[in-house]
């Protein structure tokens, strides 16, 4: 029992080093579109399109291939062998490239009207450069079926390198790109380097698989056994995943009418300097134990499935609500740093962290959701996600209405906060009722002593950034420093308290640094 919880650490370990290195590239991606584009037209319109495509292959396919794959591939391999397990993934990967494929077609054959839909720009030139690219980037949608689909064969298998270094390769060829050839080629040669980064995701899960001896062999069946339980699974489990992409979609909507459009490009930074802090951890986490959640439930062993989703919370939550507060800290220094010069300014470095501090309100919600939601589709459940994820798409469309106005981008951010929290506890409750949930005594008592470190962190983070910023130089130099003594501060008071707390997770790395220090 030991050494399988040293391996899935080691797992789990190595994957969030390499999905941080893919996400440290990507911040840097990030940072060379501020200073290129900051939060203009061009850089309106190209948020926008990249986004459709997402939206799309995040609501209607990402779902059959993260959430019904997997389980049913697991169900095959656990039950008839690799043989029959490998037949399925073939029938799979053929028809998801056929409905990806067709998808893409209508996408770039009416973009005007998916532009209309997710925009609603007072400019008429930036929503016409939108629909444009928009044309370009479709294929993204094809590329990331076939993509995603053989990172699910290799995740099922416990393979998860690859899968891994997707995003370090296709944010690569974007920085080599702005680098070497955006000043000739520009917005339309930026959406073309984004398409050929999505291509390469794809290719680089072959040779694993090779070394695994899966040869793909092309069934149009859409009526096959397997197919037929992925599609059973596939219309609730879809619901369920549309919460963040659509909520996403419609809150650049209604960003799309603040700052002449700037709304959009403010929340598409915030939420990916979120997404890099926050699903760094949290995805590298249920990448890893999602397939093993669904081996435990194809093997009836319901202990081990509540124990694991029990420990994975906790120890999440350790480490999730220190980083909420901390960022909601040190959201401005931490934007201008990572955004901040050339054509970014005080403008656009306000609303973006203005931004990014309500949207870390919700990242537990989104921690919990994310780890929840893997649990459901384990166990071949979506209608409970379902449910909770169309209240909580109705939870955020109603805020937004009522916040846009008086409170503009905070407003937004702030309901999209509020929605991941709903989502979150609408997939906890039923949990509960079930004898399979996370809540007894022990664990709400941790969390409050969580909550109360962390809010003590936040305290101490703002109280330095407060105290250095007149005493340290100013340019990125001064700002580095600040946020890393900010971060040693806050770190070192959430580990003094979680010890004084007797919480387990800081006792389990005391132990291992005394156990480093026998060794050395």
């Known amino acids: 029992m030991e050494e399988r919880q040293n391996n899935a650490t080691k797992t789990i370990s190595m994957v969030m080093v390499v999905t941080l290195i893919g996400k440290v590239l990507g911040l840097y991606r990030d940072r060379l579109l501020a200073v290129h584009y900051s939060v ?9 399109a990249s986004r459709i495509p997402r939206v799309f292959f995040d609501a209607v396919f990402a779902s059959a291939i993260a959430a019904c ?18 037949r399925f993934a073939g029938n799979f990967i053929t028809v998801m490239a056929l409905l990806t494929a067709a998808l893409t077609l209508l996408g770039m054959a009416f ?47 416990d393979h998860f390198t690859a899968p891994a270094l997707m995003s370090t390769v296709s944010n690569l060829v974007i920085i080599l790109y702005f680098l070497l050839l955006d ?17 390469l995701q794809g290719v680089i899960q072959v040779p694993p698989l090779g070394r695994l001896c899966y040869r793909f ?12 339980k992925v599609f059973a699974l596939m219309g609730p489990v879809m619901v369920s995943t549309w919460v963040q992409p659509i909520n996403l979609a419609i809150n650049s909507r209604f960003g799309s009418r603040l700052y002449e459009g700037a709304g959009v490009s403010a929340l598409e930074y915030s939420n990916n300097l979120y997404t890099v802090i926050a699903g760094t951890f949290i995805l590298s986490i249920t990448n890893v134990i999602f397939p093993r959640l669904s081996r435990l439930t194809a093997g ?3 202990n081990a499935f509540r124990d694991t989703i029990r420990q994975t919370i906790h120890s999440s939550l350790f480490f999730v609500l220190p980083m909420s507060a901390g960022l909601m800290a040190v959201a401005r220094p931490l934007i201008s740093f990572i955004y901040g010069g050339q054509e970014f300014g005080d403008f656009a470095t306000g609303i973006t962290s203005t931004a990014l501090v309500w949207l870390s309100l919700g ?6 959701q994310n780890i929840l939601s893997r649990a459901y589709f384990a166990q071949q459940n979506g209608r409970v996600p379902l449910v909770a994820g169309a209240v909580s798409i109705v939870v955020n469309i109603v805020l937004c209405a009522a916040l846009t106005g008086p409170f503009g981008v905070a407003g937004l951010a702030f309901s999209s906060a509020v929605s991941s929290t709903v989502y979150a506890l609408l997939l906890l409750l039923p949990m509960e009722r079930k004898g399979l949930g996370v809540l007894d005594r022990d664990m709400v008592l941790d969390l409050v002593k969580m909550t109360a470190a962390a809010a003590a962190t936040g305290v101490c983070a703002w109280l330095a950034l407060k105290g250095l910023s007149p005493l340290l130089p100013g340019g990125k130099l ?9 971060a040693l501060a806050g770190v070192a008071v959430y580990f003094l308290l979680a010890l004084v707390f007797g919480l387990q997770e800081a006792k389990l790395s005391v132990n291992l640094l005394k156990q480093l220090r026998k060794r050395g």
């Open 478 to 486: 001064g700002e580095l420093v600040s946020l890393g003594l900010c």
């Open 111 to 157: 973009p005007q009207a998916l532009v209309a839909v997710f925009a609603d720009y007072a400019d008429p030139q930036t929503t016409a450069l939108a629909s444009s690219l928009t044309r370009v980037m479709f294929p993204t949608v094809l590329f990331s079926g076939i993509a995603f689909s053989l990172v699910g064969v290799l995740q099922a298998q």
């Open 40 to 48: 203009g037209m061009e850089a309106n319109a190209f948020f926008t």
């Open 183 to 199: 000043a000739k080629l520009g917005i339309y040669g930026l959406a073309l380097a984004y398409l050929l980064g999505w291509l």
């Open 300 to 302: 009836g062993q319901q």
């Open 363 to 368: 990242m537990t919600g989104y921690a919990l």
């Open 69 to 86: 794959f997997i389980p049913v591939f697991s169900e095959y391999l656990e039950k008839e062998g690799k043989k029959e397990a490998f």
């Open 217 to 228: 062999r092309p069934d149009p069946n859409f009526r096959s056994e397997g197919m037929k």
